[in-house]
């Protein structure tokens, strides 16, 4: 009987073979030890990788494989891993891809259950894993929410009283190699730190959050008289450190459980949670991340073995761990040094597209390595403890491992850096001629679009990129410091970042800029891009040579509209054709009387009243410094403006200048209604930035 099946199988792939595509199943009640036919489906990707490698070493007529998903949760117990032998070609693609009408979902988490609910109230659980085996996480969820890690303060921050820094080897670098810091907190501060058990200090952990990044990291020792945390590893980078009076949080003990919606996991392994009003043990779904990787294309582009020709199409991967290692995290720029759920490395001919991924402890995607002319399009990924999608290295790779020409299309790219508040939306490193367009990126602590990985005016790779027509928003949410929607660096020939509409961007104290070409960033052009409510400026240049600022619209920034910093002995930017409108702050501020720039055919607009101030200068006076000569201060004539309609009721005074108009409708997703209303963010998150930013403001006067 065994023999009949596996012939009849062996002949109906000869059959499909004969149109060189073959299609294997797979369904939630199949078994890994069927045949892949839609009767008898096999169980995971896995076995349709197996299966696909099996069939084309023992045959050797070319074909495409499709493999068709059915809907259903399907717990993973290992990543997928696509090696060379698992490439498709150009005629014939492998293809996983969910069936039409389905939403199979592939998770890296693990069901917890059996809760019990204590005298307290708190649930709990014995995880036998966690028990006997040590399984610890780092991340969790509860229906479908990230539940919060206990810490405390509840909302808000500690502030550090005293800093103390001992170096224990300085090393040859600016920073030292290893050195321990001493935080020390006023008594009340203290009071609930002084409530650790000897047996939790190795759990305790804390965030601090210092300019444009954070430290994460475990305590060696807790004196409780003194009210003081000892902790070790790599000394404070001197141009950013934890300072007095910094902000920081602690977390995961015992005593820091004590609002709804926070977990603790001991050192035997009971898991927490205290809940929220309306949960209970028997309607909740409680996930813990398991895999730390759901997705690996594992090529060597070095030895021109490339993983090619593949496609992922319409599937969900959720649930994705970071394990957060006992040397913790410490602070590193946009979280370069953490990885993706989705990790691709010599890959070529990828596509993703209509997928998602989700809930995850890291990064979404990344193309490391030696990747090129790939695509992601239409995909959701959100809910993220890192950044959005990662593309090159951060070291300067030529050759067959410099990353290049990928498409990131049509992509809705939200609520980022929940565990790395660093992490950005999109990030190119020493990446070349990649497209990033038509994005919806929202929702993120830092940065929405960072590109160049060069501090100065060394050689970079990072050229030639287009950043157009994505909509960046309700980014920052006055955590971090230093830090814009779209953010450059370095060398950038080629570049251009134009159309794109950015607004809603904040930052805990300097920053919170529109465009920021920051250092070194020379020969980019930004033009037709409308940037509204900032907190200091649509527009800002450290220092950089051969920028180009045309036609853009800047509007409604809080302190200055358009700042600069940095003077050099070249050209760093010109400033032409823009329009400038405001209600309230100063129009220029910084080294506008000294910095080589050409700035000229502007047009500025104050909708609140009669004060422009031009770098401490009025207009006139700005003048005859010789710049603005062909500008004016005049109505603009938007429609309406302060409900961020920016269209032209006439456009006589644009004309003026030679301003041309540009259809801004354009940023964003396109599509659907579903889709473009899948991008919208939810008007308790809206609400939320706004009350945020108020309140950062207030403490600003």
């Not at 600022?549 to 700042?563: D, E, G, H, P, S």
Request: hydrophobic letters at 35%.
């Amino acid at each position: 009987m065994t023999k009949s099946i596996y012939l009849l199988v062996t002949f109906l792939f000869i059959l499909n073979n004969i149109h060189g595509q073959i299609e294997l199943h797979i369904a939630s009640d199949g078994h890994d030890s069927n045949p892949g036919t839609k009767e008898q489906p096999l169980a995971s990707l896995i076995g349709a990788r197996n299966f696909i490698r099996n069939h084309k070493r023992n045959h050797k007529v070319s074909s495409s494989y499709i493999v068709n998903i059915d809907k259903g949760n399907y717990e993973m117990n290992e990543p997928l891993i696509l090696t060379p032998e698992d490439s498709g070609s150009e005629k014939y693609p492998i293809i996983y891809r969910a069936k039409t009408g389905t939403d199979p979902i592939f998770s890296g988490g693990k069901r917890i259950a059996g809760f019990k609910i204590n005298k307290n109230g708190i649930w709990e659980v014995k995880i036998p894993e966690s028990a006997y085996y040590r399984w610890r996480f780092d991340q969790l969820y509860v229906n479908g929410k990230r539940a919060t890690m206990a810490r405390t303060p509840n909302k808000g921050f500690l502030k550090i009283k005293q800093v103390k820094q001992n170096i224990w080897e300085k090393g040859t670098g600016r920073a030292p190699e290893k050195a321990q810091q001493i935080f020390s907190f006023d008594d009340q501060t203290f009071k609930s730190i002084n409530k650790i058990t000897e047996d939790e200090v190795d759990l305790i952990r804390f965030r601090a959050y210092h300019k444009w990044d954070f430290t994460l990291r475990f305590i060696d020792k807790v004196e409780k008289d003194s009210s003081r945390i000892y902790t070790s590893g790599q000394g404070m980078k001197p141009w950013n450190p934890i300072k007095e009076g910094g902000r920081i949080v602690f977390e995961n003990y015992a005593a820091a459980l004590d609002a709804p919606g926070e977990w603790y996991l001991n050192h035997v392994g009971t898991l927490f949670y205290k809940p929220f009003p309306d949960e209970t043990p028997e309607n909740s779904i409680i996930i813990a991340p398991a895999l730390e990787n759901l997705i690996s294309i594992e090529g060597d582009a070095t030895n021109n073995k490339f993983v090619e020709h593949i496609r992922f199409e319409g599937i969900k991967f959720k649930y994705c761990h970071y394990k957060i290692p006992r040397t913790g995290s410490e602070p590193n720029q946009a979280a370069v040094l953490i990885n993706a759920a989705v990790m691709l490395k010599g890959a070529r001919n990828i596509t993703i597209s209509n997928c998602e991924i989700s809930k995850t402890g890291q990064h979404a995607l990344w193309f490391g390595k030696g990747c090129s002319d790939s695509k992601v399009e239409h995909c959701n990924l959100n809910d993220l403890g890192g950044g959005g999608i990662y593309l090159g290295d951060i070291h300067a790779l030529e050759g067959v491992e410099h990353t290049n020409n990928i498409q990131i299309d049509n992509n809705i790219i939200q609520s980022g850096g929940r565990e790395f508040p660093s992490a950005v939306g999109v990030w190119v490193g020493h990446s070349s001629d990649n497209e990033i367009t038509h994005n919806d990126i929202g929702d993120f602590y830092y940065t929405g679009i960072s590109v160049g990985w060069i501090w100065g005016y060394a050689p970079s790779l990072a050229k030639r990129n287009k950043i157009i027509y994505n909509n960046i928003h309700h980014i920052g949410w006055a955590l971090l410091s230093d830090m814009a929607a779209v953010y450059t660096l370095g060398e950038s020939t080629g570049t251009v970042i134009n159309n794109n509409v950015i607004h809603h961007v904040h930052a805990y104290s300097y920053g919170g800029w529109g465009l920021y070409p920051d250092e070194g960033t020379s020969n980019i052009t930004m033009e037709n891009n409308l940037v509204y409510s900032t907190k200091t400026g649509g527009f800002h240049q450290h220092y950089g040579e051969n920028n180009s600022i045309k036609n853009n619209i800047f509007a409604f920034a809080k302190l200055y509209q358009v700042q600069c910093t940095r003077v050099e002995n070249h050209r760093s930017f010109n400033f032409e054709n823009n329009i400038v409108i405001f209600n309230q702050g100063v129009v220029l501020k910084g080294a506008w009387n000294k910095i080589d720039i050409v700035m000229d055919q502007n047009l500025y607009w104050n909708i609140g009243g009669d004060n422009y101030d031009f770098n401490g200068k009025s207009f006139s006076k700005w003048k005859r410094s010789g710049h603005d000569l062909h500008s004016y201060i005049a109505d603009p004539y938007f429609r309406d403006a302060r409900s961020y309609d920016f269209t032209f009721e006439n456009e006589k005074n644009i004309q003026r200048i030679g301003f041309k108009p540009f259809d801004y409708l354009k940023a964003g997703v396109y599509g659907s209604m579903e889709w473009k209303d899948k991008a919208k963010l939810p008007e308790s998150i809206l609400n939320n930035f706004d009350k945020v930013i108020e309140e950062n403001m207030l403490k600003n006067r």
